[in-house]
């Protein structure tokens, strides 16, 4: 990567900051497209980032319900797949604007993966697909969402205290051994972003969110994560992966590191495949 | 003087002001805008806030029962033409004391509603009730700072302003432009963790703080003198109900809250005053609708971006903006209910 997330984060942060209260005007198509040019330079250096087509694709609704809670999938075709080693999420007009980077496994699927994110306004999402030998191909997509970043979060805070840092996974069928195991996995973390500000005190709540997502099977990495602040409240990834040996039983382990340095990990037993 | 240049979404009748010649000729400096100003921020330009306290016309307000009344917020969502006075707020007069139960959505509707009091009494105003952390029903507590109320909330209200506020004031800026103006945060200073008597002189409101429901800082009171029950946002009618705090809790609070007998109950969007508990069946009927085909649509799969198209479809039809509100109260169950 060429920037930490958090300093191309602060960057835009205190332009983010720098505009409260004032009505922005809507980007034209030129602006847009100029701002993709500069994260992706931020981003990629002077690598070659060639357009996806029908390679890569992200999965959004095209408006959001809820602009603090919205759905992404990045998918990658068939054929590219086996060849995929690195997946970039940027929402481009965040505050923070890369969102997701996950780093792949040789073991892991990746055809799909999903999460939920915020988004603080209208913009562009670019999906990035990185090959074992370094081609990087992107595609994008236009999202109608605001608010996201600074949307409050929390409906029962007392509930999301004493939940922190508990996992929810949950395997799909497996009807057919050789395929690829589908994994749904949820977290408990505020995930907060740092923006909301507390009228009384005027001092912001302090951002607390993850950092890093490991998750390995038997020992195997299948996808490392580096997180940031538009991943929404209690992060749920949905991902998939083939098990080196599908009849054997193994052991699922996530792992994750938040900004305030708490640690939590949990492990869940894969049956194997014939059993299930 | 009705002062309406738009009208165009108004489906109720409007917050009519009786707008005084000073109000007039300050209205003309707007004369140039077609968005409706009103009274109030006219003739405050002109004069000072403190001038134009004694010429704010009063929010209209019906007494539902004896020394209660009920302003009826409009089914809309914030805008400067409303001035975000879109929720049931009011106050009670006892013989000693007045409490204002929700001081409305902005300062505007807080100084109209703070005249509608004066226009039935000089009694001091005690008590500023905010029944919980959204803006439509707490945003105009700042119209009566001058009173020196205790303003009394739910012990989680500080918390969920702390989260919320800041974002809360900016979207009603936003969105109301200078009819949002006055319009400040105040925290609670009296807290309730569970109940909370207070004395209006031979008149006793019993608060009493609810578990997570409609948010996760609810209060509602009971007046014991004419056995109402106002309980806020606890009840939606015809208005569809939102879910910003905990769908199951909020069923749950309402299986409790059915077992209180009460000649009528208050709810924070819908008619001034309903029936108790017959008005209640309608938002318990969509909250399980919700309940039980979210859960549906989690054990099948379905993702949490287009589960809201297989939920609670029966319910389509029956309630006042429904498209605005339901999908995002299915993406808020979703998130709740992923985790049984």
């Known amino acids: 990567m060429g920037v930490t997330p958090t300093l191309l984060g602060r960057a835009a942060l205190v332009l983010w900051l720098a505009l409260p209260g004032l009505a922005r005007a809507e980007p034209t198509e030129a602006e847009r497209m100029a701002r993709w040019a500069d994260l992706r330079h931020a981003i990629f250096g002077y690598r070659v980032v060639e357009d996806a087509g029908d390679l890569v694709a992200i999965d959004a609704p095209a408006r959001a319900e809820d602009a603090a809670t919205v759905p992404v999938a990045i998918r990658v075709a068939e054929t590219l797949a086996p060849e995929i080693r690195g997946l970039y999420l940027v929402i481009d007009n965040n505050p923070s604007p890369l969102a997701a980077h996950f780093v792949l496994g040789p073991i892991a699927d990746a055809r799909e993966i999903a999460t939920r994110v915020r988004i603080d306004d209208y913009t562009y999402l670019h999906a990035v697909a990185e090959t074992a030998d370094g081609r990087l191909y992107a595609t994008a997509r236009f999202i109608k969402a605001a608010g996201g970043c600074s949307a409050p979060a929390g409906k029962d805070q007392a509930l999301a205290l004493e939940r922190l840092g508990k996992m929810k996974l949950n395997l799909a069928d497996r009807s057919r051994p050789e395929e690829p195991l589908g994994v749904k996995l949820l977290i408990s973390h505020p995930n907060s972003s740092g923006l909301q500000m507390d009228q009384v005190t005027r001092n912001y709540i302090p951002a607390d969110f993850m950092q890093t997502l490991e998750v390995t099977y038997n020992g195997q990495p299948v996808f490392r994560l580096e997180s940031d602040i538009a991943i929404s409240e209690d992060p749920s990834f949905n991902f998939g992966f083939r098990p080196s040996d599908p009849l054997a039983p193994g052991v699922i382990k996530a792992e994750i590191l938040d900004s305030s340095q708490r640690h939590f990990s949990q492990s869940w037993p894969v049956p194997a495949a014939a059993q299930m | ?340």
């Open chain 2, 1 to 340: 003087m009705p002062i309406r240049l738009v009208s165009c979404s108004r489906v109720e009748a409007p917050i009519e002001r009786q707008a005084g010649p000073l109000a007039r000729a300050g209205l003309l400096l707007f004369f140039a805008s077609i968005i409706r100003r009103s009274a109030v921020l006219a003739v405050a330009v002109v004069l000072g806030a403190t001038a134009s306290r004694a010429e704010t016309a009063a929010l209209p307000v019906t007494e539902i029962a004896s020394g209660i009344f009920v302003h009826n917020g409009v089914h809309e969502e914030a805008s400067a033409a409303n001035e975000d006075a879109i929720a049931n707020v009011g106050f009670i007069i006892g013989d000693q004391a007045v409490a204002v139960i929700d001081p409305g959505g902005s300062f505007a509707e807080g100084s109209a509603l703070r005249a509608a009091i004066r226009a039935q009494t000089d009694r001091p105003i005690r008590y500023v009730i905010l029944t919980h952390v959204h803006p439509d029903h707490i945003f105009g507590a700042a119209a009566f700072r001058n009173d020196h109320p205790d303003f009394v909330g739910h012990a989680k209200l500080p918390g969920a302003l702390a989260q919320r506020g800041d974002y809360y004031l900016r979207r009603l800026q936003n969105t109301l432009g200078e009819e949002a103006s006055g319009t400040q945060i105040v925290p609670p200073t009296v807290l309730v963790s569970d109940t909370l008597d207070l004395d209006l002189g031979s008149r006793r409101l019993t608060l009493r703080a609810h578990g997570p429901a409609h948010t996760d800082n609810d209060l509602t009171i009971y007046d014991q003198k004419t056995r109402t029950l106002w309980l806020a946002d606890l009840l939606f009618v015809d208005r569809i109900p939102v879910i910003d705090g905990s769908l199951l809790g909020w069923l749950k609070q309402l299986n409790e809250l059915t077992t209180i007998s009460a000649d009528r109950a208050v709810p924070g969007h819908g008619p001034v005053s309903v029936s108790w508990p017959a008005a209640e069946e309608p938002e318990q009927r969509y909250l399980e609708a919700v309940a039980h085909d979210t859960r549906a649509a989690i054990k099948s799969g379905i993702g949490i971006a287009n589960a809201y198209r297989q939920v609670a479809n029966s319910e389509r039809g029956k309630w006042l903006l429904f498209d605005e509100y339901h999908p995002r109260n299915v993406t808020a169950s979703y998130k709740e209910l992923e985790w049984e």
